[in-house]
């Protein structure tokens, strides 16, 4: 869904090149965008595949991997935008908000974004 540079251009370089080297997984950060995605593919199930994704997505994506980088104390800003995070998307799994697509189009369960015929757990990438 997301690279490690879309991090870096959202976070700085500095700031997960910090959190990489406090790991010291060379694959650390390519393992937690492919965890983060999963877990938002798990959300918005409902909706996949999708022709594009949103940046919204892409946003909280990008937000589940950073944080899964910290391998210590969270600051709590960080703690506070995952739980942010994760409230907006049980809403949009619960059907209360409505998956919105970068034109500001809703995006329907049913509409052309959505083949039911491709509901086999598929990436949005």
Request: glycine share 4%; no cysteine; charged share 20%.
């Given at each position: 869904m997301i690279t490690r540079d879309d991090l870096v251009n959202r976070y700085g370089e500095d700031d997960i090149a910090g959190l990489e080297r406090n790991i010291k997984d060379p694959d650390a950060t390519v393992t937690r965008?492919?965890?983060?995605?999963?877990?938002?593919n798990s959300y918005v199930s409902d909706y996949l595949p999708l022709a594009t994704i949103p940046s919204s997505l892409k946003d909280a994506c990008a937000l589940v991997a950073r944080y899964k980088l910290f391998k210590n104390k969270r600051p709590d800003d960080v703690n506070e935008d995952y739980k942010n995070l994760v409230l907006w998307l049980d809403k949009i799994a619960a059907g209360k908000l409505a998956l919105i697509d970068d034109e500001g189009n809703v995006i329907d369960k049913t509409g052309d974004?959505?083949?039911?015929?491709?509901?086999?757990?598929?990436?949005?990438?």
């Open positions: 965008i492919a965890d983060a995605t999963r877990y938002i974004f959505y083949d039911t015929s491709f509901r086999s757990g598929a990436m949005v990438v």
